[in-house]
């Protein structure tokens, strides 16, 4: 017989029907089953979203209404490492899902800067308007464990693939279907963003790990480049975040820069509650079908007028917009996301701890 254990290990299998537990029986994630990656699933956006974009940022991240995300992010599809308990015990993490009632702390990543923004002269923060008006990510395929195809759900690679090798899926963009038009969405062919439209985009893997299919997934999203330092990203003005195989240790360095952090993913952290999406930084759907039109919205949509020389506008760049969210998250970063906040908050989380262990919990804390 195996010996007693509060943890069940999780890891390299489909977790979904674990961790949909913490849904109601007759919510969508228990009740529903949704095998199709392909296409999109719009009752599952409707809650968190307004039409293409995300209008609650909390909500996006609640898997409760999302039963496509079973096959939509790593965690779920084949965690590297993953232990959970059905015992009521207490958990301190550096991130979670919401839903999953984890004591939350801030990550020795981030006090100890293993990701730290540091412009120097060979890397300077240029002002927004003077970065390269581009989409920026590199990294590595480390959001799960591919055996058997799972890679495809998968953040990382489908940021890859939509950006680089989508050729037969089209996407929906907000824009002008053409000179003097309204804007509403039009449907392009998967390349028109960067063929046709202008928009620029450099992502690119660093290194394809975690997998026993890597082979096939370097001939489906080609080679992987070469590791820059981490300073070079001051360079560009849009900066995409995400997920790897928890939660990402490179956004605070984001918020403190002069670029526009686009973040996607599930796992939070203890500063969450301290940003507002839309004003700090962009959120962006973990579905990934919102990109294109928010890079558009930012960036702007030009293409050939016809004549020569000409340019028809199909989105104007809003620069002056991009600009104040960038600036907003440096500011509120600077006040409320330093390393003394982080002790403020760790010191009033064990002091919190210590009396709810206390014997004495009623008592202390509070004045007679």
């Not at 003077?130 to 690679?157: D, H, P, V, Y």
């Not at 890597?214 to 001051?234: D, P, V």
């Not at 007028?305 to 340019?311: C, E, L, P």
């Not at 003394?340 to 919990?361: A, H, K, N, S």
Request: proline share 6%; with cysteine.
């Amino acid at each position: 017989m195996a010996p007693f254990s509060l943890f069940t290990d999780y890891a390299r299998s489909n977790i979904w029907d674990v961790a949909n537990q913490i849904c109601a029986p007759w919510s969508k994630a228990r009740s529903e089953r949704i095998w199709n990656r392909r296409d999109l699933c719009l009752d599952c956006l409707q809650p968190h979203s307004l039409e293409q974009f995300v209008s609650d940022w909390t909500l996006a991240a609640d898997i409760c209404h999302q039963p496509d995300l079973k096959n939509l992010h790593g965690f779920f599809t084949s965690p590297a490492s993953w232990k959970t308990s059905q015992h009521l015990v207490p958990l301190f993490s550096q991130s979670s899902l919401p839903g999953f009632g984890d004591i939350l702390f801030p990550s020795p990543w981030n006090y100890v800067d293993k990701v730290k923004y540091e412009p120097s002269p060979a890397h300077p923060d240029v002002p927004y308007l003077e970065k390269k008006n581009t989409l920026f990510w590199i990294g590595a395929t480390s959001e799960g464990i591919s055996i058997n195809g799972e890679w495809k759900g998968m953040t990382r690679q489908r940021l890859m693939h939509l950006m680089n090798n989508n050729t037969a899926n089209p996407v929906t963009m907000l824009m002008r279907s053409g000179p003097d038009k309204g804007l509403g969405y039009q449907v392009v062919d998967g390349a028109a963003p960067r063929e046709k439209l202008g928009l620029q985009a450099e992502v690119y893997l660093s290194d394809v790990v975690r997998c026993d299919d890597c082979k096939i997934q370097k001939q489906e999203l080609g080679s992987t480049a070469k590791r820059i330092s981490f300073q070079e990203h001051w360079k560009y003005r849009y900066l995409f975040d995400m997920d790897g195989a928890g939660f990402s240790g490179r956004f605070l360095a984001f918020l403190q820069s002069h670029s526009l952090p686009f973040k996607t993913g599930l796992f939070r952290q203890w500063y969450d509650p301290r940003l507002t999406p839309w004003r700090h930084f962009v959120p962006q759907d973990v579905r990934l079908h919102d990109v294109w039109s928010t890079l558009g919205y930012f960036a702007g949509i030009a293409v050939d007028g016809g004549s020569k020389g000409s340019t028809s506008v199909l989105m104007e760049a809003h620069n002056e917009e991009g600009a104040y969210i960038a600036e907003e998250g440096r500011d509120w970063s600077q006040k409320s996301l330093r390393k003394e906040d982080m002790e403020i908050y760790f010191f009033r989380l064990l002091l919190e701890w210590g009396r709810l262990t206390d014997d004495r919990r009623d008592q202390l804390g509070f004045d007679p």
